[in-house]
Nanobody, 123 residues
Framework: QVQLVESGGGLVQAGDSLRLSCAAS????????VGWFRQAPGKEREFVAG???????EYADSVKDRFTISRENAKNTVYLQMNSLKPADTAVYYC?????????????????WGQGTQVTVSS
């Protein structure tokens, strides 16, 4: 089994920055892709960003040029740097892992999930 733990959420003002972390433990393996998803109240969970083991990345259009996903394979940790935050970014953010080298924007493709971390952006 793989365990994922997110951290770094909080309450910030519009225009501020936050960095989320996703630490993996357990039966992690090289080659795994990691995605960040978010779910706002009353809305479906949506893809935010993903990163392959090689470091190549994908982003949702709504966060492109504001968010940056990165990873430190030696620490089994993936980060999501969020800049220029907007109230529309308010959501619970989840990291998810899959035993594939390819990123997927579909949540059902990810068998491993963290518990989520709340990000609230005030106007």
């Amino acid at each position: 089994q793989v365990q994922l733990v997110e951290s770094g959420g909080g309450l910030v003002q519009a225009g501020d920055s936050l960095r989320l972390s996703c630490a993996a433990s357990g039966r992690t393996s090289s080659g795994a892709a990691v995605g960040w998803f978010r779910q706002a109240p009353g809305k479906e969970r949506e893809f935010v960003a993903g990163i392959r083991y090689t470091g190549s990345t994908e982003y949702a259009d709504s966060v492109k040029d504001r968010f940056t996903i990165s990873r430190e394979n030696a620490k089994n940790t993936v980060y999501l740097q969020m800049n220029s935050l907007k109230p529309a970014d308010t959501a619970v953010y989840y990291c998810a892992g899959r035993q594939s080298t390819f990123v997927s924007s579909t949540q059902r493709d990810y068998p491993y999930w963290g518990q989520g971390t709340q990000v609230t952006v005030s106007s």
